[in-house]
């Protein structure tokens, strides 16, 4: 797995394709700088990354790393057609495999977040994988690749926006031989309670939303982000909160019903916990600073 840091988004810089004969072989790279997406639709791309082999065949991807070696371990023996993406991750990556993922949202103590600064948050893709959704993949490779009738600045950001949605689907739809991994479950689970956070959400409603145990996505999550369901959710409806405070003249019990909270001490007790202020005491420092 790879972990992708955000803002600003992945950026797309070539795409192609290509058909190999047999005894054809993918280039030999060493740190080109860049990421390496490959996607077969046909044959088998026989590939190595330092250490590491890969049988990439039809209706599998793999993603090569800008900072390792990668070459062809032996030449197609068979006819072999990929497309190939090259991106770049401007504000940093990990591998998965090696570290542990990062968990946003945590603060430093004391440290208060400014709501007009968007949030960092992580892409997370498999490098290598079984996709589910090969025709979806195809497609979208296509259109990336094809000569529109545009002008090029037009072109090139309907690139880029076929690009995210690509990511998007590798991110999401991947086919897997192996029981879903915590940090999978744990990025289910919160975006379901980011899409959910101003209903009342409870663990049965999320354990019968992903089909697992809901202590087993408590786990999930608490292995991946540090923290809980409840806290998590608690986080999101805080962020919203803040962001309700300075830009509206609603009441504290407004805002938080609007932000999923049932009762309005609870909400006050959850604010200042987290961010070391009341609300009012929050929403008074922004507005003395606009006057």
């Not at 997406?37 to 088998?44: D, E, N």
């Not at 948050?121 to 090969?134: A, D, R, V």
């Not at 529109?148 to 590798?170: G, P």
């Amino acid at each position: 797995m790879l972990q992708l840091f955000a803002p600003p988004l992945p950026t797309l810089l070539a795409a192609g394709q290509n058909t190999f004969d047999i005894g054809q072989s993918h280039i030999n790279r060493c740190k080109i700088g860049v990421f390496d997406l490959l996607v077969v639709t046909k044959g088998t791309l026989h590939m190595g990354e330092d250490d590491r082999q890969f049988q990439v065949s039809r209706g599998e991807t793999l993603i090569l790393y800008p900072d390792r070696h990668h070459f062809s371990i032996s030449p197609c023996d068979q006819i072999t057609h990929f497309f190939w993406i090259h991106f770049t991750a401007s504000k940093g990556w990990q591998d998965l495999t090696t570290s542990k993922p990062c968990q946003y949202g945590e603060k430093a103590t004391g440290e208060r977040r400014n709501v007009f600064v968007e949030n960092p948050f992580g892409i997370t893709l498999p490098q290598y994988c079984k996709l589910s959704n090969l025709e979806t993949i195809e497609q979208l490779c296509l259109k990336i690749i094809s000569s529109e009738h545009e002008s090029f600045h037009t072109r090139e950001w309907q690139r880029q926006i076929l690009f995210q949605q690509l990511l998007q689907e590798l991110s999401t739809h991947m086919k897997s031989a192996n029981p879903m991994p915590a940090l999978a479950v744990a990025e289910k689970a919160a975006f379901y309670l980011r899409k959910n956070y101003a209903q009342k959400v409870t663990y049965e409603d999320l354990g019968h939303a992903l089909r697992f145990h809901p202590n087993h996505i408590a786990r999930c999550m608490i292995q991946a982000f540090g923290c809980t369901p409840i806290e998590y959710i608690n986080k999101i409806r805080i962020d919203q909160a803040k962001i309700l405070l300075v830009s509206t003249d609603w009441s504290t019990d407004r805002i938080s019903e609007a932000c999923g909270f049932t009762q309005s001490a609870y909400f006050s007790r959850v604010f200042k916990k987290l961010e070391k202020l009341s609300p009012s005491q929050f929403r008074k420092q922004y507005v003395g600073n606009i006057l």
